[in-house]
């Protein structure tokens, strides 16, 4: 049996779920509260209010849509190298949106030439970068951000990058009074602010959650799903996945309580208790995003943390296996210079014809649907410190559902125009001063949830029992 009809529609998804058997991580992060008297992007004029850096690529076209819509009563402009090209964009995009696109600004910003950057920067009070990998140009993007005091919200789902600015940047944020917020995509804004969404609606304390991921495509399957700059991001984040337990290590000194009882890690391959679907383990940066986000609350509100786990459901057995199958060669090649350079440069072959550097058509992304599946256990009662321990077993259950459509390219740019959008409008619902922080962190008590239930995205209760 063929793999393509198989992986294709969860490449759609994300693919890093070539990548399903991978050990738990244990997470947590560091932040403290620090006033900030300098002024901030909030309160600085800028020409513009939203540049979408990167907007000619695959990702910054799809973000560009989005914007007409959801920055309608903003000033908003796009940057890149090329100005034919982004001349073309507009054309493209206005078009497809049946908009006049003509008067929308023009920024030339390459990263490679860091004063462009700055100037970008200066340009406006918040940049939504979809140039990526944020590995290789995401850096140099947030560094003039912090020079001209700049929010900045990006898609990146690649741990060392989030971890590492973390490490370098957050302090810095905070002194400059900026948000820095990446993950703002189906990494991981589903699952963070889907934990986010369950606690709210638990009314009492949340001891663990478990996430699944169910994908599917209707329609006509069709080869280049995936676009290739999302492929080469896979590349790199998996290939120097090493350096993140060292950027751990200083990232994540404060010990965090010792919250029971234990979420235990379930088989690497079992069957799901929501749909009784064959599942694995997802290595994206769901898990490590909600953990930051805990360590946050606890360190900022003296909340308790709560434990999570994230998994992929699949449609049978065979297809757990092929995709592992699948993920495993790719593990494999990643680990060496030479098979690294295979997969970039051969990106069809070894993807089965997945990857294409023109992408998914508009038809098979609109075909592809998601839902991530949340059962969150605790307890009806609350104690006094997040140090207490609880002496019985966890008394409430409840289970939730977020959902959404084209979740790798459609889903990801609504939901990162409406992260920097709400950065904009309702900073003073966020927390502190600014830094570098999740968007569980960032936008828990603003109306993002609502903003994206009314674009596409539906979070539900689906029910609630006591045990």
């Not at 994300?14 to 901030?40: E, G, I, Y």
């Not at 190298?81 to 003509?102: C, F, H, P, V, Y």
């Not at 337990?245 to 404060?254: C, D, H, P, V, Y």
């Not at 999740?438 to 609630?464: D, Y």
């Amino acid at each position: 049996m063929t793999l393509l009809p198989i992986v294709i529609p969860l490449l759609a998804v994300q693919p890093l779920l070539l990548f399903p058997l991978v050990l738990p991580l244990r997470m947590s992060a560091a932040w403290t509260k620090k006033a900030c008297t300098k002024p901030t992007a909030m309160n600085m004029e800028r020409r513009l209010d939203v540049i979408i850096f990167g907007a000619s690529g695959f990702t910054g076209k799809y973000a560009v849509l989005e914007s007409v819509k959801l920055l309608a009563n903003m000033k908003w402009g796009i940057a890149g190298r090329s100005q034919n090209k982004l001349q073309d964009t507009l054309k493209e995009i206005g078009e497809k949106a049946k908009t006049d696109l003509s008067h929308v600004p023009i920024v030339l910003a390459d990263v490679n030439n860091q004063d462009s950057l700055i100037n970008m920067a200066r340009d406006c009070r918040v940049i939504v970068n979809c140039c990526g990998p944020y590995r290789l140009y995401g850096e140099p993007v947030l560094k003039a951000c912090l020079a001209e005091r700049t929010h900045h919200v990006d898609v990146s789902g690649e741990p060392q990058f989030l971890e590492g600015m973390q490490l370098k940047y957050h302090e810095a944020a905070k002194e400059k009074g900026i948000y820095l917020i990446s993950a703002c995509g189906f990494d991981s804004i589903p699952a963070d602010m889907g934990t986010v969404f369950l606690e709210q609606q638990f009314d009492g304390v949340v001891n663990s959650v478990e996430s699944y991921i169910v994908s599917k495509q209707t329609g006509r399957r069709e080869l280049g799903a995936i676009h290739y700059g999302t492929w080469a991001s896979a590349v790199h984040a998996i290939a120097n996945m090493n350096e993140v337990g060292e950027i751990r290590r200083k990232l994540f000194a404060k010990k965090m309580p010792d919250v029971k009882p234990k979420l235990p890690e379930r088989p690497t391959l079992h069957r799901s208790e929501q749909g009784n679907k064959w599942s694995l383990p997802f290595q994206g940066a769901d898990r490590s995003c909600v953990a930051r986000t805990q360590r946050f609350f606890y360190e900022t509100e003296n909340k308790r943390p709560l434990q999570m786990r994230a998994y992929i459901s699949f449609g049978g057995l065979a297809e757990a296996l092929a995709v592992s199958f699948v993920g495993a060669i790719f593990w494999m090649m990643v680990k060496t210079n030479f098979g690294r350079q295979m997969l970039l440069n051969h990106p069809k072959l070894f993807s089965f014809g997945m990857v294409s550097h023109e992408g998914p058509s508009d038809e098979a992304m609109n075909n592809t649907h998601f839902a991530l599946y949340f059962e969150g256990k605790g307890w009806e009662e609350k104690l006094a410190s997040p140090e207490d321990k609880y002496t019985t077993p966890p008394n409430k259950v409840i289970r939730t559902k977020v959902a959404g459509t084209n979740p790798g390219y459609g889903a990801t740019c609504v939901a990162l125009v409406l992260c920097g959008r709400t950065i904009l409008e309702e900073s003073d619902k966020m927390p502190g001063s600014g830094g570098f922080l999740t968007p569980g962190a960032a936008f828990a008590k603003t109306n993002l949830i609502n903003e994206l239930c009314k674009n596409g995205f539906t979070f539900e209760v689906l029910s609630t029992a006591k045990l």
